[in-house]
């Protein structure tokens, strides 16, 4: 069974940047694409980035397009979500998740492994 090890999350002014970090165990991390999503306060858990299995596609949900970057290193089993100019409104707990397809699905339901998040919190 597939672990994900979501990390990075802080406490953070607007206009600051964070990396987040997803370390998966196993070896099949390659063969998968990997997904971020992040779930706010009283809010369903939304679609954020993903990225092929080589890194050579991604997407991004239209509110951090040009602001966050997806990235992946096969060879560390890791994925990386960077967040430059975040706003209050980024503020959210921010999950790493595996799929099994690819165009990315929006959906949560699509993906059969997550980590266990971590809080990013933008102050104004």
């Known amino acids: 069974q597939v672990q994900l090890v979501d990390s990075g999350g802080g406490l953070v002014q607007a206009g600051d940047s964070l990396r987040l970090s997803c370390a998966a165990s196993g070896r099949t991390f390659g063969y998968h694409p990997m997904a971020w999503f992040r779930q706010a306060p009283g809010k369903e858990r939304e679609f954020v980035a993903a990225?092929?299995?080589?890194?050579?596609?991604?997407d991004y949900e239209f509110s951090v397009k040009g602001r966050f970057t997806i990235s992946r290193d096969n060879a560390k089993n890791a994925a990386y979500l960077q967040m430059n100019s975040l706003k209050p409104e980024d503020t959210a707990v921010y999950y790493c998740?595996?799929?099994?397809?690819?165009?990315?699905?929006?959906?949560?339901?699509?993906?059969?492994?997550w980590g266990q998040g971590t809080q990013v919190t933008v102050s104004a």
């Open positions: 990225i092929s299995t080589d890194g050579v596609s991604t």
């Open positions: 998740a595996r799929s099994n397809y690819w165009p990315p699905q929006r959906d949560p339901d699509g993906y059969d492994a």
